[in-house]
């Protein structure tokens, strides 16, 4: 992914960002399946250019974004990753709809 299509996608999901109000189950899991997209790209990338500060740069910002909007999902939405799990005493993690169990026509 070039450095311009990068820059792309950082201005779409810091808009993402800003429009934090009552963002929709479905918004949130887009910008999480994107944001995770976009650190396994730059991950590789990093791979095989590890002194790039702009790359290490550009896949902590995605972090942060992923790391922010799945607190938000499982705070309003419940559990999408069992690796979350705190201070619970049973295994429930799934017990709330899975994300692609949605209630529209046309889900995944």
């Known amino acids: 992914m ?3 299509n990068r820059n792309m996608n950082n201005r779409n999901m810091n808009n993402n960002r800003m429009n934090r109000t009552e963002r929709t189950e479905r918004e949130l899991m887009d ?3 994107k944001v995770s ?4 790209d730059t991950r590789l990338f990093l791979d095989t250019h590890p002194d790039c500060t702009e790359a290490m740069e550009y896949f902590q910002k995605m972090h942060r974004i992923r790391h ?3 607190k938000e999902y499982t ?3 419940g559990q999408i ?3 979350h ?3 619970c005493d049973s295994w429930d993690w799934n017990s709330a709809p899975l994300p692609w169990h949605s ?3 046309g889900g995944c």
């Open 37 to 40: 997209f976009a650190m396994d």
């Open 75 to 77: 705070q309003r939405f």
């Open 68 to 70: 922010e909007s799945v």
């Open 31 to 33: 910008i999480i399946t």
């Open 81 to 83: 990753v069992s690796y």
């Open 2 to 4: 070039s450095m311009e």
């Open 103 to 105: 209630s529209k026509k």
């Open 85 to 87: 799990i705190d201070g």
